[in-house]
């Protein structure tokens, strides 16, 4: 495998955002609601923030806007100290009286598992009876329950269906999920076009940095519209200067390939590097040609061994051979028969051949007890899951 900057095939990188809102609880016990009430007083009694006590007497008196505002306050510590389980007595009881900001709330926290176990029946059952009074948020984090399986059977037509709605209701984030749904074919006929559609939608109604990245994508594969590179570069920009990853990434290839715009390697690597800072192991990976190869940097095979080192632990395989490659001569790292061996051996593993043969090729060079150490060595690893975790092994 040559030493050349890699570029992967640009997809659909997407997934269904999840902001949890809601559920409905019923407290129909009166004799839980009424030792619920007591409890409350206390704590009403122990806050002496301006305001709070008259908010508590009439939350206390069964005004529900009051009883959500002490539920919101308890929850993000807003002039009380913060008390997941208290802020869940509050919606509740709010929700008891059919409450649809209560019920969304009491949703989010069962979903989250605040204050409570985490329960996705209770909050699909309380995101249905949201969702039935027409509010959005709710309608939404039903799709999304339906479409990711919790606490519902999977059901992509259920969940095409609720996107739909909340869509309707100017819900960008459903107007997303919807694109990806017809950029899938998920619970619809697979349709670029129609994706493309919800996707320009979902910017319109909200500046969703996925929709604008999503559609760069279309443009650069041409799927639901001729291919354009210009145009892809300018949602990819959108997106990117959104603090977008993967937008970061792909408009980075697309200066390092000369695509959409003219070729400038500092250019891209001024995007890798806001890519590889949030942890994208192919960025880390072409950061680390760049330095070998010298393109938009001055040479430096030291730093690409850093970055192929941080692609690399967290399974990058062009970027395991390559690093494989240096260990062999000594490029930029001290020779190393058993750490060339050892990612020679973890790209292998991910199914690339070159790899597999460089490893075969290096037995010859070494020991049995090398060998044998290389294998251990190999086996022990695992891919980092954090970008600090992925950092810290560099010092070790």
């Avoid at 095939?9 to 409905?24: A, D, H, I």
């Avoid at 208290?86 to 009286?97: D, I, K, T």
């Avoid at 309608?139 to 399986?149: T, W």
């Avoid at 037995?363 to 975790?389: D, G, H, N, S, V």
Wanted: charged residues 20%; contains cysteine; negative net charge.
């Amino acid at each position: 495998m040559s030493i050349m900057i890699w570029q992967i095939n640009p997809g659909v990188k997407g997934s269904p955002v999840v902001p949890l809102f809601g559920c409905r609880f019923s407290v129909s016990n009166l004799t839980i609601v009424i030792l619920f009430l007591l409890a409350l007083s206390v704590c009403v009694g122990q806050n002496k923030e301006p305001g709070f006590a008259d908010l508590a007497k009439k939350a206390l008196d069964g005004d529900v806007s009051s009883q959500v505002s002490l539920g919101e306050m308890y929850r993000l510590g807003l002039t009380v100290k913060e008390d997941p389980a208290e802020a869940l007595r509050w919606y509740r009881l709010a929700a008891s009286h059919g409450s649809p900001e209560a019920e969304n709330a009491v949703g989010e926290m069962y979903h989250a598992g605040e204050g409570s176990p985490r329960d996705d029946k209770e909050a699909v059952r309380g995101y249905t009876l949201a969702a039935e009074r027409g509010m959005p948020e709710a309608e939404f984090n039903l799709a999304v329950m339906y479409d990711n399986g919790w606490g519902v059977t999977q059901d992509y037509k259920e969940a095409v269906r609720w996107y739909r709605i909340a869509a309707g209701h100017g819900k960008a984030d459903a107007e997303f999920n919807l694109g990806l749904m017809y950029a899938n074919g998920q619970g619809v006929a697979q349709d670029y076009k129609e994706a493309m559609r919800w996707y320009e939608l979902a910017v319109e109604h909200g500046g969703v940095s996925g929709a604008e990245f999503n559609l760069g994508v279309m443009y650069d594969n041409g799927q639901g519209v001729p291919q354009d590179y210009k145009e892809a570069v300018r949602w990819y920009r959108m997106a990117a200067e959104q603090g977008l990853p993967e937008a970061e990434f792909n408009l980075g290839l697309m200066y390092a390939n000369g695509q959409g715009v003219a070729q400038d390697y500092r250019e891209a690597v001024h995007w890798y590097k806001l890519a590889a800072g949030q942890g994208i192991p192919d960025a880390e990976y072409n950061l680390g040609v760049m330095y070998a190869s010298a393109q938009g940097v001055a040479q430096d095979y030291k730093e690409a061994g850093v970055w192929y080192r941080l692609a690399a632990e967290q399974g990058q395989p062009d970027a395991g051979f390559n690093l494989g490659a240096m260990y062999v001569t000594g490029r930029g790292v001290s020779q190393d028969y058993m750490q060339a061996y050892k990612w020679f051996n973890i790209a292998a593993t991910e199914g690339d051949e070159d790899s597999a043969r460089a490893r075969e090729r290096l037995t010859a060079r070494m020991t049995a007890p090398q060998i044998e150490q290389a294998q251990a060595l190999a086996a022990a690893w695992k891919p980092c899951k954090a970008k600090e975790e992925c950092e810290a092994r560099l010092k070790q």
